[in-house]
């Protein structure tokens, strides 16, 4: 149901064949948002949005484990099919990384999902990459916890 790679690294490699210097915060691009006033989606989740994707993101707890769900959006806020993106969520913290490959949840079908390392604390930062097509998408979280 997951796919889940530890890294220890003070230096990990790249998380896709040759990543993309392109950034945006979780709120897209050329728009500031401030602390606590983040935009949602549909489920209740963070939204992060640049040109033709949108990612929300939305963390769950089943069973005493805490799982992370990527609901994929176009531009136009339609759905995605979950083949249609790859997501890799890179957790760091003084100098410690935890990577995590989302895949296709085979429960509902419409969304990527992933088991959190359990270790995952708070104050991790996240990047998280997505390959839609020919564009890679990065954004960045720097305290985790926003999630929470």
Known sequence: MFN?????D?????LFGEQSSH????????????EGLMPHG??????F???????????QEHQGDRWLYAYLFTDTQRPLPPAAVQVI????????????RLTADKNNGVALAAALPEDVLKDWQ???LAQHGQHAHEWQLRNFAQMQ
């Open 49 to 59: 949005a640049d040109r033709d994707l949108a990612i929300e993101l939305v963390l």
């Open 89 to 100: 969520m890179a957790f760091r913290n003084n100098g410690i990384s935890e990577t995590v």
């Open 10 to 14: 003070r230096k990990p490699g790249p």
């Open 4 to 8: 889940w790679q530890m890294n220890r």
């Open 23 to 34: 950034f945006h915060g979780p709120h897209g691009t050329g728009e500031h948002v401030e």
């Open 126 to 128: 996240l990047t998280m």
């Open 42 to 47: 549909p489920h209740g989740g963070l939204l």
